[in-house]
Structure formats: structure tokens, C-alpha cells
């Protein structure tokens, strides 16, 4: 499977996955379908359309991509705020043609949020950003540390398929949280070499993240310090620790 990244509105990743030469093509979260449609050869028919939640900048362009394609399948979470044909649930697999996926549940960004797992990669819209991970519009961190867990327990090698470029910006807070980690600078200078020549820092992988995600990193010994230290007191438990996390990266600046 070979994926694309489409660049839309300000900083999203709407990802084509095509499945071989021959096979179906998905749209990951369009949320506009303009460069979607400036990307497909004149050829290319799209199959189905994966939603990951209900944001306008995932979902926005799926009336104007499905006027163009009229059979086009549109999948997605449990929601009606979503404009799905097709409900899926965490747990469940949906296969087209040769593409089969796992769906995950990853609701903390919002409460359905879902991701994708096949052929070695996540597809995890706002649920994990290279070095961050989504605010918590509707969840709370008990949502967040299962879906943290979650996507700890995946292959190392999954490629992580995110849907903005937040990785520079990310990676100030990450740097605040673990000044020390010798993997977290190599890889912040390596972002800062591809953000310079306007190059993708996504996807990234999952043992990446677990060397240098602050979020999936909150037990480590030194993070956990850095995060009680800053609050004043001890965390109480893994959950709140990871709360506290986020927490202050909402009001880092």
C-alpha cells in the first residue's frame, strides 16, 4: 500500500492510500476536496472515504468529493455529526478489495474518535501528533491514557500517518518536558532540516514517538519528575500525571 499526503487548509494531511496498481483508493479525512481532486490522475476513481471524527477540517470536503464520485463509500465512526454511509465500531475490520484495516478506538480528542490500523500503518487522525498528541475537546485524561496505551501496544515499526504538520511546533514543549533525551534533539534538528526546504515530517513511526513523545512517555521516570516538578506535587497516579501533561501543554507558549 502506498500512501500519499495531500497538504490542505493551514497545516492538514488528508492521506490517499492506493492499494497496488490496480486497487482501491481511500481518502483519509478530506477535509477539503479540492487538492484531493488536484492530486488524482484523471483516471483514478476513488473507492471509499475513512473518517476519523467529526471536526469540519476532516470532514469537510467528503459532499463535494462524493457529488464527483457518487459511489463513493464513506466510513466512519458511530456519530451523526459525521456524514458516513458506512458505521464502524473499535474492534470491528473493514476490508475493501485487498485493503483491510482494524478499527481502534482512540476517543479522548473527541468522544469518537477512531483510527485505522493495516498493511503497517495508523491512520490516527488528531488522536497522536509526531511528538504531541490532540487537545482534549471532549475527553477527558482517562480517555487519553487508554488511547495512549492503546497505541503504545502496536507494532515499533508502524508507519504514523497523523493529520497536521504540528511536529516544529510540538517539539518546543517535548524539548521543555525532556531536555535531556539524546533522541528527542537528534530528531527535533532532523525536523528542522525538513521544515526548512517545506518537506513533511509525517508520517513518523512508532518507536520514534515512543523515544520521544512526551505523551507516550509521561511513566518514564525523568518525564514523570519533570511533570510533578512543574506542578509542585506528586501525580497521583499514571492518569492524572498524563492530565497534567496535557495540561500544561494547552497553556505552553
Same mark, same amino acid.
Given at each position: 500500500m502506498?500512501?500519499t499526503?495531500?497538504?490542505? +487548509?493551514?497545516?492538514n494531511?488528508?492521506?490517499?492510500?492506493?492499494?497496488g496498481a490496480?486497487?482501491?483508493?481511500?481518502i483519509?479525512d478530506?477535509?477539503?476536496?479540492?487538492?484531493v481532486?488536484a492530486?488524482?490522475?484523471?483516471?483514478?476513481v476513488?473507492?471509499a472515504?475513512?473518517?476519523?471524527?467529526?471536526?469540519?477540517?476532516?470532514i469537510?470536503?467528503v459532499?463535494?468529493?462524493?457529488?464527483?464520485?457518487?459511489d463513493?463509500?464513506?466510513i466512519?465512526?458511530?456519530?451523526?455529526?459525521?456524514?458516513?454511509t458506512?458505521?464502524v465500531?473499535p474492534?470491528?475490520?473493514?476490508?475493501i478489495?485487498?485493503?483491510r484495516f482494524e478499527?481502534?478506538?482512540l476517543s479522548?480528542?473527541t468522544?469518537?474518535?477512531?483510527?485505522?490500523?493495516?498493511?503497517g500503518?495508523l491512520?490516527?487522525?488528531?488522536a497522536l501528533?509526531?511528538?504531541g498528541?490532540?487537545?482534549l475537546?471532549?475527553?477527558?485524561p482517562d480517555d487519553?491514557?487508554?488511547?495512549?496505551?492503546t497505541?503504545?501496544?502496536l507494532?515499533?515499526?508502524t508507519?504514523?500517518?497523523?493529520?497536521?504538520?504540528?511536529?516544529?511546533?510540538n517539539?518546543?514543549?517535548?524539548?521543555?518536558?525532556?531536555?535531556?533525551?539524546?533522541?528527542?534533539r537528534?530528531?527535533?534538528?532532523?525536523?528542522?532540516?525538513?521544515r526548512a526546504?517545506e518537506?513533511?515530517?509525517?508520517?513518523?513511526?512508532?518507536?520514534r514517538?515512543?523515544d520521544?513523545?512526551p505523551?507516550?512517555?509521561?511513566?518514564?521516570p525523568q518525564?514523570?519528575?519533570t511533570?510533578?516538578a512543574?506542578?509542585g506535587?506528586?501525580?497521583a497516579?499514571?492518569?492524572?500525571?498524563?492530565?497534567? +501533561?496535557r495540561?500544561?501543554?494547552?497553556?505552553?507558549?
Amino acid at each position: 500500500m502506498h500512501f500519499t499526503a495531500v497538504r490542505a +487548509l493551514t497545516d492538514n494531511y488528508v492521506w490517499l492510500a492506493r492499494c497496488g496498481a490496480e486497487g482501491p483508493i481511500l481518502i483519509v479525512d478530506p477535509g477539503v476536496a479540492e487538492p484531493v481532486l488536484a492530486e488524482l490522475a484523471p483516471a483514478e476513481v476513488p473507492t471509499a472515504i475513512l473518517l476519523t471524527h467529526h471536526h469540519p477540517d476532516h470532514i469537510g470536503g467528503v459532499a463535494e468529493l462524493r457529488a464527483r464520485f457518487p459511489d463513493l463509500r464513506v466510513i466512519g465512526p458511530h456519530d451523526p455529526r459525521i456524514p458516513a454511509t458506512e458505521r464502524v465500531s473499535p474492534g470491528e475490520h473493514i476490508e475493501i478489495d485487498d485493503c483491510r484495516f482494524e478499527v481502534l478506538e482512540l476517543s479522548a480528542h473527541t468522544l469518537s474518535h477512531i483510527g485505522f490500523f493495516g498493511h503497517g500503518a495508523l491512520l490516527c487522525g488528531d488522536a497522536l501528533f509526531s511528538l504531541g498528541c490532540g487537545r482534549l475537546f471532549e475527553g477527558s485524561p482517562d480517555d487519553l491514557h487508554r488511547v495512549m496505551q492503546t497505541i503504545r501496544q502496536l507494532p515499533p515499526a508502524t508507519q504514523v500517518h497523523c493529520a497536521h504538520e504540528y511536529t516544529q511546533a510540538n517539539a518546543r514543549f517535548a524539548l521543555a518536558v525532556e531536555p535531556d533525551n539524546a533522541s528527542l534533539r537528534a530528531y527535533v534538528d532532523q525536523v528542522a532540516q525538513l521544515r526548512a526546504q517545506e518537506q513533511a515530517t509525517i508520517p513518523t513511526t512508532l518507536q520514534r514517538e515512543l523515544d520521544c513523545n512526551p505523551f507516550l512517555r509521561a511513566d518514564e521516570p525523568q518525564v514523570a519528575a519533570t511533570i510533578d516538578a512543574h506542578f509542585g506535587s506528586p501525580s497521583a497516579n499514571a492518569v492524572e500525571r498524563l492530565g497534567r +501533561l496535557r495540561a500544561w501543554k494547552d497553556h505552553y507558549v
